[in-house]
Every structure is written in C-alpha cells, then in structure tokens.
C-alpha cells in the first residue's frame, strides 16, 4: 500500500482528479488540502506558489498507472506526484483498500 500526493494548481484540476480515480478504483480515502503553499527561490527573494494538494490511499503496483492517469488527464496543471509506502493501516481501512481498488 501507498499513500500518493498529487500537488495541482487548482482546486478544480484536485477534484476532476479525485473523481476520475475514484471511479476508476484507483484511489481512495482522498483528502484535500487547500492551504499549502510551495517556496520557491527567485531573483535572490522567496516567492510563494499557492498549490493544493490531493491525497489518497492505493496498491503500490497500481502506481504507475495512476501516476500515468494523472498526468494524461491534467497536463500542466499537475505539478508534482509522489508515494510513500504505508507500514500501518489499522484493519479495517487495510481490508477496504484491498477489497475496493482495481485489481492487479
């Protein structure tokens, strides 16, 4: 199991993701960040890009193709995706991810 974050520029391209995943059963338990803000250095000054961040639970050999999916279906307005493996899930949400994504 991972757990993926999608960093997108708007809370509409977070959301057309979000359910396009979902239907699919390729994520679940997505949440939404709105408040997150990216640093970046320019011109010998910090600036602040507002991003959001979609975030969810899968199987890690489904990665690839939600990463794929992702980037198919928002172009330039996805700006970064990444995984994490999850050790630990308490049984029932291990269970609901197993019985409730695509299978592999």
Avoid: C
């Avoid at 408040?35 to 199987?59: A, C, I, V």
């Amino acid at each position: 199991m991972i757990h993926v974050t999608f960093q997108t520029r708007t809370v509409a391209a977070a959301e057309k993701l979000a359910g396009h995943l979902m239907e699919k059963h390729l994520l679940l338990f997505p949440t939404i960040d709105t408040d997150h803000e990216e640093l970046k250095w320019e011109d010998g000054k910090l600036l602040r890009q507002s991003q959001l961040l979609l975030q969810g639970m899968t199987k890690a050999l489904l990665y690839r193709e939600v990463e794929k999916a992702a980037y198919n279906l928002l172009g330039s307005d996805l700006v970064r995706v990444h995984a994490v493996p999850v050790t630990n899930l308490d049984p029932h949400a291990q269970k609901t991810l197993l019985e409730q994504t695509a299978k592999v």
